[in-house]
């Protein structure tokens, strides 16, 4: 995560960095300028989480102050530090916008925790805004239908307004149950650690409440080889929820507890209903554009689709050194059942043969009908052993199965199945589907009723 920045703008600005210059603020970095002129040329430069500041002058107005640092930095928490407790400068700040007043005689023992509020708490988002600001902020959000822009925008807007080090959006189960695949990640060295982090802690922190929660890692049985949480020792999930039983999960790692208040602030409530319309639209296009990977008969995949699984799945192992396994299936003596009881029933049969095929294995698993009577299935994590238990118990249920019943015939059936394995028999997706069909061809032109492991080919 890139350092928040404080400026620390005052004619003793050295002095105030001493104070806060301590460990619970490590990765801060600090801008210090004790002149007006320097200040503002910083603030029309760069982007501050925090400002703070202190008059130059006594005869200085605290009003005009204060709309001069607001003028250039509309949206950076200002905590104002002054002299006396009483008196009109306490007035004009309170009513000028400043977001916290600090007092010089206990500066010492209140400035850090102040600092740290701000930066690690999330209470720059108590900040009053206008309708203007709220849909301004909002807005990279709501004017995104691509789920994975979207995604990483949420997490990037979650991380600006709370300051959160790292991030985590993923989908959970079926029936609101435990994480099933990330949407979007930021904040970590390495993209295998996110996945790790949500093998580990998705479940728990899968809340089943409609708003915002804090978890405290500690809680989670994080201390032993958890060292990417470092000083971020708490949790935020934020949940959306985007149709009955599907839920998706935004997890921040933050360095401070938010209270009740930045939970319920104006700002987080209006961008979790933002985002959560956002994700609504973005999942209605992709399932709008999923439509042209849909089998008309089957209800399946179709070939089209497997293309771009097959893809994902080989920059899926490139990056987190996954393996799958491709089996291609074709029913055995198919044309019978067209001859004798016509091309409706045997329409009737395939449908019925994915059914089965389907119930055989895993919500992540793809069953795509591939043509005619034709069926691939990719599993993903799954080697070639495991891939071969799964064939033989498809083989065994569709044998076993009485197609048709429902039309008052038993059809009876068997099907022939090539497994290919990746990275084991090819690594390339073309070469990977030939060798599957080769396989299965093996089982075809021998007993049928089979299933095959394809040759493993001389793999780099």
Known sequence: M????????????????????????????????????????????????????RKFSKEQGTDVYVADLLALAPKTSIILILGEKEGPSVREALKSGVSEILFEETLAHTLVPCVEKYLFSGYGLLRRMSLDELFDFCIPVITSTDMGLLATTILEKFRESLG??????????????????????LGFADEIVPVAFL?????????????????????????????????????????????????????????????????????????QRQARLALINAERSAQAQSLIYIDDLTKLYNGRYLNVVLDREMKRSERYRNFFCVLFMDIDFFKRVNDAHGHLVGSRVLVEVGTVLRACVRDSDTVVRYGGDEFVVLLVETNADEAMIVAERMRKMVEAEPFVKGAGLTVRLTISIGIAAFPEHATTKQTLLNLADQAMYRGKESTRNVVYLAHAQNVP
């Open 2 to 53: 890139t350092a928040q920045r404080v400026l620390i703008l005052a004619s003793d600005a050295k002095r105030i960095e001493d104070m806060v210059r301590v460990p619970s603020v490590k990765g801060v970095h600090f801008s210090i300028l004790s002149d007006w002129k320097s200040g503002a040329e910083a603030l029309r430069k760069e982007n501050f989480s925090v400002i703070v500041a």
């Open 164 to 185: 959160a080090s790292f991030g985590i959006l993923f989908r959970g189960g079926e029936k609101g149950g435990g994480p099933c695949a990330i949407l979007a990640s």
């Open 199 to 271: 093998r580990r802690f998705g479940e728990a922190l899968a809340t089943p409440g409609p708003g915002p929660t804090v978890t405290h890692a500690d809680t989670l049985n994080a201390s032993g080889g958890a060292d990417f949480l470092l000083e971020n020792r708490i949790l935020l999930s934020v949940p959306f929820d985007l149709a009955p039983g599907t839920r998706v999960y935004a997890v921040l790692g933050l360095r401070g507890t938010p209270d009740a208040e930045v939970l319920n602030s104006p700002l987080l409530n209006f961008f």
